[in-house]
């Protein structure tokens, strides 16, 4: 069952990383009527928080897909998510080349 909140963690972290770095960014956007914080970090703060949001779901999605494992085929559960597997769930939800990739593919490229 601990194998099951490496996906919570994953989801935690993301949504710490928006909260931490991209959310002050747009606070301090609005309160001063306009972005002040350069190109450059406009342009990071946006990467981040697409990165972050690409995460969550796929992190969410993952928690899903464990809980229905869990629930419905209980007797792979365990070989299922194991340790090493749940990493490697976890960072495939991570992955910064994935996300790059998803989000190039299904919102840059549609535009």
Not at 32 to 37: F, I, T
Not at 67 to 84: E, K, N, P, Q
Not at 95 to 104: A, N, Q, W
């Amino acid at each position: 069952m601990a194998d099951g909140n490496a996906f919570v963690v994953s989801l935690a972290l993301a949504d710490l990383l928006v909260a931490v770095y991209p959310y002050p960014l747009v606070l301090a956007a609005i309160f001063n009527d306009g972005w002040v914080a350069g190109y450059l970090q406009c342009q990071i703060s946006g990467f981040l928080m697409g990165l972050s949001v690409i995460g969550s779901i796929f992190n969410i999605t993952g928690i899903a897909d464990n809980r229905y494992c869990y629930i419905c085929h209980s007797l792979r559960y365990d070989a299922v998510y194991s340790g090493g597997n749940t990493v490697c769930y976890v960072l495939l939800s991570v992955s910064p080349l994935y996300t790059v990739t998803v989000v190039l593919v299904h919102f840059i490229l549609p535009i």
